[in-house]
């Protein structure tokens, strides 16, 4: 995985996080740990709307020709209301029983209020593996924004669909505002305030909407306070919706016939068997966001005396953290094991990595944190054993990367990170 910001790397992708181990691409210099932890951070929620929002949008301008203006729009300020907008007949369905994108751009100019509609574009289900997607620029006087929509099923009580409405963990991702609230028919919907860029960087500001429903349907809705969500000047100091207005427009019920349209086009067929995660029972699952129990007391074990825990989090798949204090302030360390990483060992430990007597391999590295925040440095231990089991860890003298330096070093030494990677406990995970 490239070293910079995951989100900027691969705009909402919504691979990243799952193909992060599974490829073997990942964590490919010193600073993969830090991203790899800062993209778990997000919540599948915020990285899911790359393959859903971003990489539609690029297929729309190659597919669709960029902006698709509508016969008979011509980019008026005429808005109806979502009442009006729901009250007709349902516009799920194109010709072949599936969605356009002409039907997508449409449902989401008639449920924006009023404002002059620009650079439109949209996917349909022709498009298919891409979810249906619609974006357009939004201007109410005040500057333009972009406000994106897109629908996509999901397996009812499965992993993916409660990651989906997940508030994400602030030691990664700093927001505004964030909060899951249950509507009266079952539905989750979780509302985002946050930035574009988790080091802000640039003040543009991107505020999110997840709807899932008991039913699996899931609809998620993207705003931001510049045209376009990458590259593009601050046209105003909010996003053009109000939190109330996002709401509305997540909720719409036009939506949840085209998501149904989903359902039937994605039906399998009788020689169909469901797959493991969609046939464990919701209880089975651990909370999402939450790390592997076992990953997390491995860690906390292995940790020297004089350190409380203030924090802990992560993956449950491979990767954890913990925000711990001496006495001295916040520190935040992570760890990810992975297997198999043999293919990588000669790109990651070159001449000058240090080689045990077992044959594990050593890398250390100490340079500047990468995410924003003032004076936090990184050290890292990186390591590989013979059977291509990778350990690394990274420390922090910050609670989070993207805020500013506790102390002056952090709460371990280089020689007790090494320690903690070479340890022999990893394997019992594996």
């Not at 711990?324 to 060992?345: F, H, I, L, T, W």
């Amino acid at each position: 995985m490239p070293v910079e910001d995951p989100q900027e790397h691969d705009p909402f992708a919504d691979r990243f996080a799952r193909a992060l181990h599974q490829a073997g691409a990942g964590f490919e210099t010193h600073r993969d740990l830090a991203a790899a932890g800062e993209a778990r951070g997000r919540g599948l929620v915020l990285r899911r709307r790359a393959a859903v929002l971003a990489g539609a949008a690029a297929v729309a301008c190659a597919g669709v020709g960029g902006a698709l203006l509508l016969p008979g729009d011509g980019g008026t300020d005429d808005r109806r209301s979502v009442a009006a907008a729901t009250a007709g007949p349902s516009p799920a369905a194109g010709e072949d029983g599936g969605i356009t994108a002409r039907e997508m751009i449409r449902t989401l100019r008639n449920l924006l209020p009023e404002g002059r509609i620009s650079k439109e574009r949209g996917v349909g289900t022709d498009r298919e593996p891409l979810m249906p997607y619609a974006q357009v620029v939004h201007d109410d006087g005040a500057g333009g924004g972009a406000i994106a929509v897109s629908l996509q099923r999901v397996e009812p009580g499965s992993r993916e669909a409660r990651e989906a409405t997940t508030c994400p963990d602030r030691t990664f991702v700093p927001y505004d505002a964030c909060r899951t609230t249950e509507l009266a028919d079952g539905s989750l919907l979780m509302i985002f305030q946050g930035y574009e860029h988790t080091d802000r960087r640039t003040d543009t500001k991107w505020w999110a909407a997840e709807l899932v429903t008991p039913e699996g349907r899931r609809v998620s809705v993207s705003e931001w306070n510049a045209e376009a969500q990458k590259d593009a000047p601050v046209t105003r100091p909010e996003p053009p919706l109000s939190v109330e207005e996002l709401k509305e427009l997540a909720t719409a019920p036009v939506w949840r016939p085209m998501v149904d349209v989903l359902r039937e086009r994605q039906r399998p067929g009788p020689d169909a068997s469901p797959s493991p995660e969609s046939s464990a029972p919701a209880e089975a699952l651990p909370p999402a966001g939450a790390p592997d129990e076992r990953m997390r007391k491995t860690f906390v074990s292995l940790l020297p005396d004089g350190l409380e825990v203030k924090k802990h989090g992560g993956e449950a798949s491979d990767h954890a953290y913990l925000v711990v204090d001496d006495g001295e302030g916040a520190s935040m360390v992570q760890v990810n094991v992975q297997a198999d990483m043999s293919g990588a060992e000669r790109q990651l430990f070159g001449a000058d990595a240090e080689t045990l007597p077992d044959g594990t391999k050593v890398v250390r590295r100490q340079g500047p944190g990468e995410k924003g925040g003032r004076d936090v440095v990184m050290w890292t231990v990186d390591t590989i054993r013979p059977d291509g089991m990778r350990v690394v860890i990274s420390a922090f003298n910050s609670g989070a990367q993207h805020t500013a330096a506790t102390r002056e070093a952090p709460a371990l030494t280089m020689g007790q990170l090494r320690e903690i990677a070479t340890s022999p406990e990893w394997r019992d995970l594996l």
